[in-house]
């Protein structure tokens, strides 16, 4: 017997294997959860700009290349744990969970999401080099992402002979 899966949260569309994605119902319902989570969604927002504002300014008040390079590389750090955060934030508001600021430091599946961020960066930099790098870049961050997909999914990955 297969369990079925529990019921969605109030407000949220019914779940439909024919359904098409709509980006009126997903604006409208993200619209719905964040008014009835307005106090944590704020300050959870609140501690990433403040943060982020912290890091900045300490990189910018350096006059060590070598500084300024950390502060760099460590704001890149810093704000990709914190958007990690939101996510994680975000998908507890989808489950019908109350989000909390403690979300932002969670370091469960970090190292994936920091590869994932690197790989987008080096993408950024690929198209900024006149799109020679995405010839590279682009199909391997796909590839890069299906296998996380089909991973995450218990699915399995061919091997690569």
């Not at 900024?128 to 296998?147: D, Q």
């Amino acid at each position: 017997m297969i369990p079925q899966a529990p019921p969605p949260p109030p407000g949220a569309p019914t779940p439909s294997r024919n359904a098409d994605f709509n980006v009126g119902d997903a604006l409208n319902y993200a619209w719905a959860a964040y008014r009835k989570n307005l106090g944590p969604l704020l300050l959870i927002t609140l501690v990433i700009f403040v943060l982020q504002l912290i890091v900045n300014l300490l990189g910018r008040s350096s006059t060590s290349t070598f500084m300024n390079v950390v502060f760099v590389v460590g704001g890149f750090v810093v704000a990709t744990i914190l958007a990690m955060g939101l996510l994680r934030a975000s998908l507890s508001v989808v489950r019908g969970e109350t989000p909390s600021v403690n979300q932002l430091t969670e370091t469960e599946g970090l190292g994936s999401y920091l590869v994932a961020s690197i790989l987008f960066g080096i993408n950024v930099i690929g198209a900024m080099a006149c799109g020679v790098g995405l010839l590279f870049t682009y199909g391997i961050t796909a590839i890069t992402i299906a296998y996380a997909y089909r991973t995450l999914n218990g699915e399995s990955v061919a091997p690569i002979a």
